[in-house]
């Protein structure tokens, strides 16, 4: 419950803030809109249902409750990584071509970036849920995890019977692996530009503006990695629970303390 109103604070007071402040209307400030959009999105999927069914003492979710929880999950967080991947591509742009920032980051191009992100997530969201419900289940009904995850649904399959859904899954990864180069490539050249800055306040600006992505990428990335490829020698349910609480629950209540920490403008504009 303090991990979820933080996340509901923090992130209320960003989206608050910058559609207030007309200062705040720019193409960096809207994608941070929508990443705490994404926040709330996700964390709000899994969480209420848990405390629900903790203070009921239960621990039941319907079929059809559990089918839209997969598809927000994965909805949310995978537009959230596609959004990740466009703030990168503006951070390159504003640190690598500032002199065609105004063109290529102009409001048309931002929405169509951002509608891009979601509809995306969206697509994704329906095939995994599709793939994963249209699935024989026959070892049972109980889900090893606070909320409906495609990898402890997949345990309860038939044999042989998942290929389906391996296969979107397989697609899913080749994508966010893309996206994961893309912003990998997009750093190196963002840092190769800022080293050569002369004055040492310009490389610190440039450090700044940067970092905070870096840190909620690394965050966000290492975790689902690390939940969904770690070897299976070293698996059990209480790992499991650790690490799907920090792919889902940590990175939307952090979100927000990361982007406000090293942030004049926004700290301003929140004092406001």
């Known amino acids: 419950l303090g991990i979820y109103l ?24 809207f994608f941070l809109l929508n990443l705490s959009i994404l926040d709330l999105g996700s964390i709000s999927t899994s969480v209420p249902k848990s405390m629900a069914n903790s203070l009921r003492d239960t621990r039941a979710i319907s079929y059809s409750g559990c089918a839209a929880q ?19 591509y503006d951070r390159f742009v504003a640190i690598c071509r ?16 951002a509608a891009a992100a979601w509809g995306t997530g969206f697509l994704n969201a329906v095939l995994h849920t599709a793939g994963t419900f249209s699935i024989p289940l026959c070892q049972g009904n109980a889900v090893e995890q606070f909320f409906c995850e495609i990898a402890q649904i997949l345990k309860l399959s038939c044999s042989d019977s998942y290929l389906r ?12 692996l893309g996206c994961f180069i893309f912003i990998v490539l997009s750093y190196v050249q963002i840092f190769t530009a800022v080293l050569r800055i002369p004055s040492e306040q310009g490389r610190h600006k440039a450090f700044s503006m940067c970092l905070p992505h870096m840190v909620v990428v690394s965050l966000f990335v290492s975790t689902i990695i690390f939940a969904h490829l770690k070897p299976p020698s070293i698996s059990s349910p209480a790992l499991d629970l650790v690490m799907a609480v920090l792919y889902s629950v940590v990175p939307p209540a952090v979100n927000p303390l990361i982007y406000s920490m090293r942030n004049k403008e926004l700290k301003d504009a929140l004092r406001k």
């Open 98 to 113: 500032p002199l065609h920032y105004g063109t290529l980051m102009g409001s048309r191009a931002c929405v169509k970036m």
């Open 165 to 176: 859904e391996a296969g979107v899954i397989v697609v899913s990864a080749r994508l966010v």
């Open 6 to 29: 933080a996340a509901l604070l923090g992130n209320g007071l960003i989206i608050t803030a910058i559609a207030c402040d007309h200062r705040l209307h720019t193409p960096m400030y």
């Open 70 to 88: 997969v598809f927000f999950l994965v909805f949310f967080i995978l537009a959230e990584y596609f959004l990740l991947t466009v703030m990168a």
